[in-house]
């Protein structure tokens, strides 16, 4: 299985977050297939203990994207642990052009190995995933997806394109299900960054998003269903989902879709408003911005720690629609 080995401190670490000091410490993570990824380790020099969170990102998002909150978190008590995902960031080779790559990797082989790190670094410990967009979604992947202890997820869902917000839905399809596979099939990889539209992303990881179904296993060939169906239904860890209203992505409907999937979790699905934080938007990525700190962040801690739902009052009732993951169909 997947074994990780730490490196040296990363200079450029924070030292001190109020009155309690961090220590980023830069990781390299073996994934089963022999790739290896690079991360940071964020964790209190004192008083840690409270367990271990792995963060896993959106789509053609960095790792860094996500450090203030690791440092939030590891200021708590938290061991947090940050990656890129293979093709992305740090764990980028050196020619993406023609990489396979896909989405169902970053699930199956990356988390994966995040997970076994984690466990070897702390077998007994809590262990609590954040999952931002398909990071949410990916858990359900990995073999080790049952050793995880509780999942709060962002926005998380997979992109099939009906779901998106109606005001948006035709913007959408034109700009990632034909633009995305057009640039993608020319370049031998989606180059997102000189587009402006997120981080470049392997060829795989941006047609499996264009061409995504309704139901997720369709993409994949039909002997690999059953099993696959079967390594999301293993997980058993709590989730909570949580959706913002003018989230064009993870809109209520999308994030049902996936939690369907996880059949064998406790599954809350709430919706938050940008006025529950005093903003008059949020969308789909700007929780894990600094002014979140008081008000997102601090809620989180409640669910990472304890497992208590800092937003009782935001449950939906959002059962999923037929043909999702509770029966299961090709």
């Known amino acids: 299985m997947a074994i990780a080995a730490s490196g040296g401190r990363d200079p450029h670490r924070p030292l001190n977050i109020g009155t309690v000091e961090i220590a980023a410490d830069l990781v390299s993570l073996a994934c089963r297939d022999g790739y ?10 004192a008083d840690g203990g409270r ?46 052009r023609g990489a396979g790559f896909r989405w169902r990797d970053w699930g199956e082989y990356d988390f994966d190995a995040a997970v076994a790190w984690a466990r070897q670094r702390d077998p007994d410990g809590l262990l609590a995933v954040v999952g931002h967009s398909i990071g949410g979604f990916l858990p359900g992947f990995a073999v080790n997806g049952s050793r995880v202890d509780r999942l709060l997820t962002v926005g998380a869902q997979y992109a099939y394109w009906r779901d998106y917000a109606p005001a948006r839905r035709l913007a959408l399809l034109l700009k990632w299900h034909v633009a995305m596979p057009a640039f ?7 180059p997102g960054r000189r587009l402006g539209w997120l981080e470049d992303l392997p060829a795989g990881v941006a047609f499996e998003w264009s061409f995504r179904r309704a139901r997720m296993e369709a993409s994949y060939p039909p002997f690999e269903r059953e099993a696959i169906l079967a390594r999301f239904a293993a997980v058993r860890a709590p989730i909570l989902a949580v959706g913002l209203s003018d989230d064009e992505f993870g809109t209520v409907p999308a994030i049902s879709r996936g939690l369907g999937y996880y059949r064998g979790s406790p599954r809350h699905q709430v919706l938050l408003r940008p006025s529950d934080f005093g903003a008059q938007s949020i969308g789909h990525f700007n929780l894990f911005h600094t002014r979140h700190r008081e008000g997102f962040w601090a809620a989180t801690l409640r669910w990472l720690a304890d497992g208590s739902n800092p937003w009782p009052e935001a449950v939906i009732s959002a059962p999923p629609a037929p043909g999702h993951g509770e029966h299961p169909s090709s």
Do not use: E
């Open 36 to 45: 290896r990824l690079h991360g940071h380790l964020w964790r209190p020099l």
């Open 51 to 96: 367990g271990t969170v792995i963060v896993n990102p959106a789509t053609g998002v960095l790792a860094r994207y996500y450090h203030f909150y690791a440092r939030y978190l590891a200021s708590h008590g938290f061991a947090v642990l940050t990656y890129d995902y293979r093709g992305i960031g740090a764990s980028r080779p050196a020619r993406l």
């Open 184 to 190: 993608t099939a020319m370049c031998g990889y989606f």
